[in-house]
């Protein structure tokens, strides 16, 4: 028989309780017996965790369940405002901010412009909404969990340090110790292209059993891999870069320093910008209109709302972008097989004409017969689902139950 070091039973006691913890949540109201069942616990193994976690007051009692034959069981539920997980997305247009409480809800969430990408500013807006949240929400700090936070570009892992953000220009930024100087909490800085899979993966309850993948389509267009043990980062900490997939030989300059990759010409800074260069061009479209001649102000939404007017270049961009996407999934799918494709991030809330033009991207590159059984599906999280996944990030990474 196998000799565990103590270290060992340390992490299977762990293990047990945040699998006990999880069957209460998910069960919402259950009792002893059903959870055992559901984790393969022995019934005094789990009173034992439970009665802990009653005593921490991050379960409790909500009363007696109905019989069956015997004794009425006791029920137990979460406990709500036991700890709290805040979540930031720092994007490029906009800085956006949730609280998740310990039911998973989210009881507060804002959203303000990016001020700057200056990185010291940058930090002080992150901060301040921090605390803003956290006071409106009216949690104590030493309820918090810790702090989320979701960045664009290529974060080192540990460290949460920016190595490279291209949509920001920042390059080896410390953001994570940096923000941990400013905030009296936790703090962990994740991709945020990881955090908004993580995040949307815990919403639909998925449990990968081979691989998922999750697409950002939004200012710039990244990707995420979720195999069944948690986030796949690669041998240098780079995966999931599906927007730099170069697709235009000599096609237009990526923020990466590339020519042709698929953002290049399909995330939604790209689609502004064909638009503004083909309104200088003169060429006639409703999209002019739509931004009162003030080329600064046009936006990837107005194209995809020219477009479904009928406009004809709206919809030729829109198209095009949809065709290139399509490629860049096609070449994750011959490569990972995966079971499915979460597609998420603004541009996907432009309407289901676009999910379906991707799809019959997809269909057309996709080697015949790879594949087959992959589902392409659009997240359910909506505006604030990166921010969410920030604080699924603490939510994963902390280990709350067993530290209080
Ligand atoms: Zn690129």
Redesign the pocket.
């Known amino acids: 028989m196998r000799k565990y070091s103590k270290l060992d039973l340390t992490s299977i006691t762990n293990h047990n309780r945040i699998n006990v913890f999880n069957c209460i949540l998910e069960g919402k109201t259950i009792n002893r017996s059903v959870i055992a069942k559901k984790v393969g616990l022995s019934i005094p193994a789990v009173m034992s965790i439970t009665d802990d976690l009653i005593e921490k007051s991050i379960i409790y009692a909500v009363g007696k369940g109905e019989s069956h034959g015997g004794k009425r069981p006791e029920m137990l539920s979460v406990v709500p405002d036991r700890f709290f997980f805040i979540g930031v997305d720092v994007g490029r247009t906009s800085v956006r901010v949730v609280v998740m409480n310990n039911c998973r809800d989210v009881v507060y969430k804002a959203s303000k412009p990016t001020e700057s990408v200056e990185p010291d500013d940058l930090i002080g807006q992150i901060t301040e909404m921090t605390m803003d949240g956290i006071k409106e929400a009216k949690v104590p700090n030493d309820k918090i969990v810790g702090v989320g936070v979701a960045m664009p570009g290529l974060i080192e892992r540990g460290t949460g340090r920016v190595l490279f953000s ?1 949509n920001f220009g920042w390059r080896d930024v410390p953001l994570q110790d940096k923000l941990k100087a400013c905030l009296p909490f936790n703090v962990l800085v994740e991709n945020a292209n990881r955090a908004l899979t993580v995040g949307e993966i815990n919403n639909m309850q998925l449990k990968p059993t081979s691989c998922v993948i999750g697409v950002n389509l939004a200012y710039g267009i990244g990707s995420a891999v979720v195999l069944p043990n948690g986030l796949y980062y690669g041998a240098s900490g780079t995966s999931g870069e599906i ?2 997939i ?1 697709v235009e030989n000599h096609g237009a300059y ?5 020519y042709g ?1 698929i ?2 010409i399909a995330s939604g800074d790209a689609i502004a910008r064909q638009a503004r260069i083909a309104i200088d061009n003169k060429i006639q479209t409703s999209i002019a209109e739509k931004c009162g001649g003030d080329l600064k102000k046009l936006d990837a939404k107005m194209v995809f709302d020219a477009a479904k007017e009928g406009d004809s270049l709206a919809q030729s961009l829109v198209k095009k972008a949809a065709d290139y996407i399509g490629k860049g999934l096609a070449i994750a799918i011959n490569m990972l097989d995966p079971e499915q494709i979460i597609l998420c991030g603004g541009l996907t809330l432009n309407g289901e004409f676009f999910i379906d033009m991707i799809k019959k991207a997809v269909s057309k590159y996709q080697m015949n017969h790879a594949g087959r059984n992959v589902q392409i599906v659009v997240g359910k999280s909506g505006l604030y689902a990166t921010a969410i996944g920030g604080a699924w990030i603490v939510v994963n990474n902390i280990d709350f139950l067993s530290d209080n």
């Open positions: 291209p927007g730099h170069i990526c923020s990466c320093g590339n990759c953002e290049s």
